[in-house]
Every structure is written in C-alpha cells, then in structure tokens.
C-alpha cells in the first residue's frame, strides 16, 4: 500500500475553514484516498474518500491533485468539536482485504 | 443496530489471565477487521474475516491473540496468558465488503484492556 505523509499537528481559529494535507506521491491507479479521524477516547470517524476526483459530503470536502500525488481535506467552517487526530490513507480498489493502514495522522487543534 | 458495538467498553486484568473480547458488527456486515491502538500510537491491523472465515491474520502478533466470527455476525477476539504489553485500545470495523469498490470500513468505540 502507498505511504502517506502529513504534517504532525496543525492549529485552526473556530469558524475558519481547516486544510489539511496529505502527500501520496507513490499512489497507484487503483488507489482510493480515505479520510478518518480520531476525536479522543474515540474510535475512528469515516469522513470522505476519493479516486481522482473532487468530493464533498455534509463533512468535508476533499480535493486531489491532478497528478493524484497529493490531496487536501478541507473542513469549511471548523468547530471545536473537530479537534481531532486526521488520518489520510490510501487503499486499493481492488484485490485486497481491505485492511487500512493507518500512519500517524495530522493533530488538528481548533482555537476559539 | 445503527453502528458497531463493542463490549466490554473497559477490561482490567491481570498479567497471565486470559480475555475475550466482543464485536457485534453491523447488520449485514460481511467483512470484519480487528485493529489495536497502543497508547500515544496509530491503528494497528490484526486480523480480517470475510464471512467467517479469515483470510488475513497477519497482524495477529503472537499465537497468544486468536479471533473467531460465527454467523457471519460476532466476533471473539481472545487473548491467551496476557501481558502488560498487551494493554491496548482493541478496535473492531465492518464493512459492507471487503477490499474491491474501495468498501468504507465503519469502527466501534473500542474496549480499553488494562493489564496489570
């Protein structure tokens, strides 16, 4: 599976909208970019995932370069309730269990 | 249910004790998945059912750690002999399916295991 790397933590201001990125530089064609997150004590949170192009669902949008190497999860009005670890991970469409790997997420922390 | 359940929500025991562990996935559910968290770290894979059987167990990290599912419904993830290294966060997740159509894999609040 693709490696992915993010930044260990971020700070937003309450009711800005919050980037977080995420490089996939080694991404194959098959390959879907997930987003989770973890608010403490919590299990993981599904949030939005995609294969080349742009989505948006009542959480987030996530936008994925055109070369597909690296791809922004945007939360467009941030709450203090989205403080959270941010998981990026890529996964294959196909011929896979399906286990997600998880690396080490972006520690988002929203400021009032 | 609506979602993933997990029980018990918090197990402390002793070191050389045995432990089960629950997962009632949702309904429908045909892929189950096992992870752990240790504290301050990332989501750990253990092992994957596919129905009831379970085709990857390679996260599995000692013959101590061994999972079952009946009836395409719950799982038992137990844990032989424990040790303090086991103290953990054990996550479980279902899916629709598994792997292919990029299936997205829904998780249960965990069980905190405290060995002592």
């Known amino acids: 599976d693709a490696k992915t790397t993010q930044p260990p933590s971020m700070d937003c201001a309450e009711g800005r909208a919050a980037n977080l990125p995420c490089n996939h530089s080694?991404?194959?064609?098959?390959?879907?970019v997930y987003w989770y997150r973890q608010i403490h004590s919590q299990g993981p949170q599904y949030i939005i995932h995609?294969?080349?192009n742009n989505e948006t669902n009542e959480m987030a949008s996530l936008i994925i370069t055109e070369d597909r190497k690296s791809s922004t999860l945007i939360l467009p009005h941030a709450t203090l309730r989205d403080t959270a670890v941010y998981y990026c991970?890529?996964?294959?469409?196909?011929?896979?269990?399906?286990?997600?790997?998880f690396g080490q997420g972006t520690t988002l922390q929203v400021k009032p | 249910g609506a979602g993933v359940s997990q029980s018990p929500s918090n197990k402390v025991t002793e070191k050389g004790k045995d432990v089960e562990l629950r997962c009632d996935p949702i309904?429908?559910?045909?892929?189950l998945y096992w992870y752990r968290q240790r504290l301050g770290q990332g989501l750990e894979f253990l092992i994957y059912f596919q129905g009831n059987s379970a085709p990857d167990k390679s996260g599995l990290p000692s013959d101590r750690f061994s999972a079952e599912r009946t009836g395409e419904s719950v799982s038992t993830l137990t844990i032989q002999r424990t040790q303090q290294e086991d103290s953990a966060v054990y996550l479980c997740?279902?899916?629709?399916?598994?792997?292919?159509?990029?299936?997205?894999?829904?998780f249960g609040p965990g069980t905190r295991l405290l060995v002592l």
């Open positions: 997740a279902s899916s629709f399916l598994a792997g292919g159509q990029g299936e997205t894999q829904y």
């Open positions: 991970i890529v996964r294959p469409y196909s011929g896979n269990t399906g286990k997600l790997i």
């Open positions: 080694t991404i194959s064609g098959n390959e879907y």
């Open positions: 995609g294969l080349k």
């Open positions: 309904s429908g559910h045909t892929a």
